[in-house]
Nanobody, 116 residues
Framework: QVQLVESGGGLVQPGGSLRLSCAAS????????RGWYRQPPGKQRELVAT???????NYADSVRGRFTISRDNTQNTVYLQMNSLQPEDTAVYYC??????????WGQGTQVTVSS
């Protein structure tokens, strides 16, 4: 079992920045990929960004160039730096990790609201 705890969400004005963090605990040795997903109001959950243990990254087209995913393996933490935030980035953001044997775990989610 892996437990994930997200932090860093909140209210920000358009053009502002936020940094999300996700700390993993438990059986973390089998994690091979970490990621962030989001669910805008009234919409389905969607991929934001992922990062592998080797450092390979993947981004949704809508956030590429504005968001940066990174990880600290020693702290079992993954981050999402979000710059130039826009109202359409408003969503509940979820941290997710997947293991080598195919299990996927989710955090509880953190609200990000972009509004003036």
């Amino acid at each position: 079992q892996v437990q994930l705890v997200e932090s860093g969400g909140g209210l920000v004005q358009p053009g502002g920045s936020l940094r999300l963090s996700c700390a993993a605990s438990g059986s973390t040795f089998g994690i091979v990929i970490r990621g962030w997903y989001r669910q805008p109001p009234g919409k389905q959950r969607e991929l934001v960004a992922t990062i592998t243990n080797g450092g390979g990254t993947n981004y949704a087209d809508s956030v590429r160039g504005r968001f940066t995913i990174s990880r600290d393996n020693t702290q079992n933490t993954v981050y999402l730096q979000m710059n130039s935030l826009q109202p359409e980035d408003t969503a509940v953001y979820y941290c997710s990790v997947s293991t080598a044997i195919g299990y996927t775990y989710w955090g509880q989610g953190t609200q990000v609201t972009v509004s003036s």
